[in-house]
DNA sequence: TTTGTTTGGTAAACCGATTTAGTAAAGTAT
DNA sequence: ATACTTTACTAAATCGGTTTACCAAACAAA
């Protein structure tokens, strides 16, 4: 069966394919009432769909754009995404989800695919690996966004959490609960993904705020499968420590893993706190104290600014780092 | 800054279009060794990268397909999407995720602009209400294949579990554990969402297989938000039951939540059993008895189905329901 | 020498919209 | 009656690729 294009309706319909066009585009004042009648019987008649990637082509826009999460196994990363798709969908805007799973050369792919697509515009969520790319874009003024992390040597805009601020907030509350030999563990730091570095830098400022020593041995990172390993020597040191900072939800779940699988009570062998929010947080045995990122803000502002750009509204200013705020989730487990 | 187009490359390289646009096919046989070197340097000085828009459109092919979830809430479509998008990039083709939140006016606009946007094939968790854009799409023999509910008007190839068994195996865990008087939660029915509506029925055939009475008042359904009033009147009844079903992840979290309020003990005061895996299952205070659904090979499966309906290949047989077998996970919970 | 084949290439149509420039006919102003 | 507007419409160019049909030159075969 043929497809039925804008020709086949104008033919029906005794008028121009322009007329047409003018009719869908609603300029009704181009053309006489009965005339829009008879276009308008002809599409409903032919069950006419006009093909949006011939009008991308002639329009130079797709009304999309993509978004290339770092690793879609981060609790945080799924929320953005909903958020992002609900509020660029509200603006007549499709979302193109893509997951890098960290791999720099998977991100390199993607970008490229994207923008041989003609997306609009782009939020990533940067391995920090593909700066010839970030470069390319940004030089081209081509709408971009980064997200949860920021890449040193390019001036695009970012949004991200006040780290520091995230990590001091759980070693203020792990402190106020009197512990004093405070562990942070956060997944692997090669590559020097931001918000990591910047959540242990917090953590030692934390830490000397309140005069406690920063032992080097209580700051631990490892890939995901390896995080069990890093638990078992961090618990058979001399002086263990009374309480972890899990830097993100998924050190939070190998923590949890760990203590079940140890018989470990919470808080009484060790407290815990995790950065970022959980579902199962709040009726956890005990319920888990949290610092959780303001997501949908995030989101949303991130959504925001890159349909600013999309639209070529012009930034007040430089590129920024937005720094969003954390906020203390206090609950039972330090 | 112009874009540069085939036309610029061939200008660049003195020769045709046409050649270029053989070279990107990597059709070699077509030109001298000394022309594709022009080509490839005049691609690489220009940094050229091709449209896909444009070939999209003469092609009649985006290598993009389009996935539509009823509710990307629930952990089990988030992982079908994350294996989806995988499987399908592996394949070189791209994945559009939209979310229909339930919605089935959502769903007709998804539906609408993917098929706008020339999407090569549709992956639906249908809410069932569209009834005449299935029709249309299966008479057209757009590549379609419909996740985790059926429409029984629809001879559409679909992907579900055996739900009357996956409630089968729940009661007879519950059962072994000597529980007799077995409540089933599940999410709203009203739409008749198949899984839903096959999970309470397996339920009930479970319950007579052991002679056990079926108590309407045991059998609730309720929006999400209405969970917590459905758990209160099923606790506050003369003989409230002394086990729960919990038909999904998302029902699962709110017994779970009424039960840590109320200060309930697990399995002592209630047990507890879900039908789908979650994170926490496993590392809970008790751990929680779940059957699973074969997730990963019920993308597979999915993606492989539509694959072969894109690249045209005739279906062995006419479309069919294909039952997936579900997974006791035996935990603690009961 | 003539014919046939291979090699290396190009011009132009095409995909299905949008948009620009132009125009015929009718209406209005002077 | 003439000039100017407005109304209603269309032809054709365009977006950036792909593909078909065709061709000239070089070479081989008869």
Redesign the pocket.
Known sequence: MK?????D??EHA?????????Y??KRY????????KRIEAAIEELN????S???S????ATYTVGVIVANILHSFSTHIIRTLETEFNKQGFHTIICNADDDPEKERNYIEMLLAKQVDGLIIFPTGENLDLYEQMKDRDFPIVFMDRKVDAQAIDTIMLDNHKAAELAVDRLTAGNYRKISIITTSVIRNISPRIERIEGYRQALQKYSLPVREDYIKTADAEHLQDVLRELFEMDAPPEAILAANDIVLVEVLKYIKEKNLSIPDDVAVIGIDEVPFAAFFTPPITVVEQPKIEMANLAAELLLKKINGQKEGGSPTVHRMQPNLIDRHSC
Chains 1, 2 share one sequence.
């Not at 497809?3 to 020709?7: D, F, G, H, K, P």
């Not at 082509?57 to 130079?60: E, G, I, R, S």
């Open positions: 497809n039925v294009t804008m020709a309706v104008a005794k008028t121009s394919k322009s007329t047409v066009s003018q869908l585009n004042e181009y053309m006489s009432e009965n005339t829009r006419y769909h006009p093909n990637v011939a009008r082509l002639k329009q130079k």
